[in-house]
């Protein structure tokens, strides 16, 4: 009698273990951990200060980059903002998911990308809620809503403030909308960011970066920021603003210089995004001489990294951004 | 109770999971052709989006420019002796155009159905033409390498949309079946004609192998995006994978389909 009760109460269990192993697969896509920054293109590096090449500004989103002075940053009122939504695309650093599960029911409620030194944190909420008002306040991080479309993470992110992006070439404005697609295949995550935004750009600006998921991360948590005295004559004298006036940016024949690229495609505009801009840039451009610094060649044996001061595995130059080198402009004096 | 029984009743729960969980994995029964089956439609004219990398790709970069390229000190050599003129000479103006790097080189691509079992990328720029065949590709030991070589095409249809969760959901007897969306499309190509991933002449070589994924966006507003996740493997010519994920948007014809030749120094 007490055998067969076990043997019922085994049978049970058996078929419970086996039925719950052949249920449907509830994990969707996992997200979670690390992911490890490919970073061999240039979404976030650019040697030059004007570089607008490929970015659809608006005339309006083209005057405020050209007006821009990195040295903004270290006002004391400045230091501490963060960069807007799209850094997690164009910054250096992975991005480090998690599931944030409801605490009663433990389904999933959001998912989280932690912020890092200068970018806020991404939570993106799953449970279907609404996007507050227009008026209501915007944080660096934005509000984030997602849903899954098949294998696919869509991603919506709006107010967010004001802030630069692609190292410090351009801005995004209060109104702007991010739009992220997560695809992962295997151990690799592409995200397709699209940014539009009706003060600054003309068009959708569409940013692609590839991760590889990763037991070994760098990350550069966020942490708690504190203004101190970058620039002496910021403190002297705080009303000084930098800033360039119309036409008066230091640095905007650059990349002609560099690399004989006419000016008219280095000040962006949609229009240098596709194709056919080829054919104006035809009788215009002629190739510079061959490349001696910082071109990315591969390291010599024995050696850790490739040529040129900074640049990663890849051969590129570092993602902008506090934390990493100065880009030129930073720290320099003010417009007197 | 007999195993004999144990077994019979855990064999039976295990044959219908694996029936539901082949549902769920979008693996219809019996197989469809591969148009008939495709999960994402991606026929159409499309532009590419150049907003990254665009100095390397809009203009021919100058000669030892290899930022963003993990290429070995053989890579480097080869391209330090790239002469754009002799490749010209030598009928090579094609080696910037070859499967690797095409997706990134600006304009315009255009995708049919060669057949229920291909489907065909005409590409304008280098009026190139990408083969990509569903189930097994495989070369003949002595077929020639080509600048496009043989593509190997699969569906990887979408999981159902049903929540992650830290626990199952409570699913009722009228809850409506779970309908997957939306897929990706892999591509494996091999049997490459060496070939350029940069214009000025930074190499891939013959066993070079590329993995692609494509994956479709449809936006509310009624664009189509799509993002070819791209991954070239090449021990010889490059010390990690290359990795790089041009964007194209859909456009409604092919009014601005414009052919060109290849070129090697423009």
């Known amino acids: 009698m007490v055998n067969s009760r076990v043997n019922r109460i085994r049978l049970a269990a058996l078929i419970a273990v086996v039925a719950l192993s052949a249920a449907p697969v509830y994990a969707q896509i996992d997200l979670t951990g690390t992911w490890q920054r490919v970073g061999q293109n240039d979404n976030g590096a650019s040697r030059e200060p004007v570089d607008l090449l490929g970015m659809p500004f608006s005339p309006d989103g083209r005057a405020k980059a050209l007006s821009y002075d990195i040295a903004a940053l270290s006002a004391t009122e400045r230091q501490c903002q963060m960069y807007p939504p799209i850094y997690a695309i164009v910054g250096p650093f992975p991005l480090q998911f998690t599931m944030v599960p409801d605490p009663v029911t433990q389904k999933l409620l959001a998912w989280k990308i932690a912020g890092w030194g200068d970018r806020d944190e991404t939570v993106i909420w799953m449970d279907g809620r609404p996007h507050p008002s227009k008026n209501a306040p915007h944080s660096h991080g934005g509000f984030t809503t997602g849903a899954w479309e098949g294998d696919t993470l869509t991603a919506v992110t709006t107010h967010a403030k004001l802030g630069d992006i692609k190292r410090h070439r351009g801005f995004s404005s209060d109104r702007a909308t991010l739009t992220y697609r997560f695809n992962r295949h295997g151990d690799t995550l592409t995200v397709t960011g699209i940014l539009e935004d009706p003060v600054y750009m003309a068009e959708p600006y569409a940013l692609t970066e590839v991760y590889r998921l990763t037991t070994n991360p760098n990350n550069f948590p966020l942490t708690a920021c504190e203004p101190i005295e970058e620039l002496p004559s910021l403190h002297e004298d705080p009303t000084l603003v930098p800033h360039y006036l119309p036409g008066k940016h230091p640095a905007m024949n650059e990349v002609t210089e560099h690399y004989n690229i006419p000016l008219e495609a280095v000040v962006g505009g949609p229009e240098t995004m596709y194709p056919e801009y080829r054919k104006t840039l035809k009788d215009k451009y002629v190739m510079p001489p061959p490349c001696k610094e910082g071109c990315g060649r591969p390291p010599a044996p024995g050696q850790g990294r490739g040529q040129g001061q900074g640049l990663n595995q890849q051969g590129e130059p570092p993602a902008g951004g506090r934390g990493a080198a100065p880009p030129a402009g930073r720290g320099a004096a003010p417009p007197q | ?266």
């Open chain 2, 1 to 266: 109770m007999s195993r004999g029984l144990v077994v019979v009743v855990a064999s039976m729960v295990l044959a219908f999971g694996l029936v539901r969980l082949d549902a769920q994995r979008g693996n219809p029964q019996p197989p469809r052709a591969p148009r008939a089956a495709a999960p994402i439609d991606l026929t159409g004219y499309w532009v590419s989006i150049v907003t990254q990398d665009w100095r390397w790709r809009m203009v021919t970069p100058r000669k030892g420019d290899y930022q963003g390229i993990p290429l070995t000190l053989a890579a480097a050599k080869v391209a330090d002796a790239w002469d754009p003129a002799k490749d010209e000479a030598a009928g090579q103006q094609c080696k910037s155009y070859g499967a690797p790097a095409l997706m990134s080189v600006p304009g315009r691509i255009h995708i049919t159905w060669q057949d229920d079992n291909t489907l065909k990328v005409d590409a304008d720029a280098g009026t190139q033409t990408r083969v990509l065949r569903f189930g097994a590709a495989q070369a003949a030991a002595n077929t020639p390498r080509t600048w496009q070589g043989i593509s190997e095409a699969q569906w990887l249809p979408a999981r159902p949309n049903v929540p992650l969760q830290l626990r199952p959901a409570e699913r009722t007897a009228d809850t409506p079946p779970i309908r997957p969306t939306g897929g990706s499309l892999q591509v494996v190509t091999k049997n490459l004609r060496a070939g350029y991933l940069r214009k000025n002449g930074v190499p891939y070589s013959e066993n070079a192998v590329m993995t692609e994924f494509w994956d479709l966006y449809k936006r509310p507003n009624g664009e189509e995006w799509l993002t070819i996740t791209t991954q070239v493997e090449d021990p010889l010519y490059l010390r990690t994978a290359r990795l790089v994920a041009p964007v194209f948007k859909k456009e409604a014809d092919g009014s601005k389909w414009d052919p060109t030749p290849c070129s090697s120094t423009w």
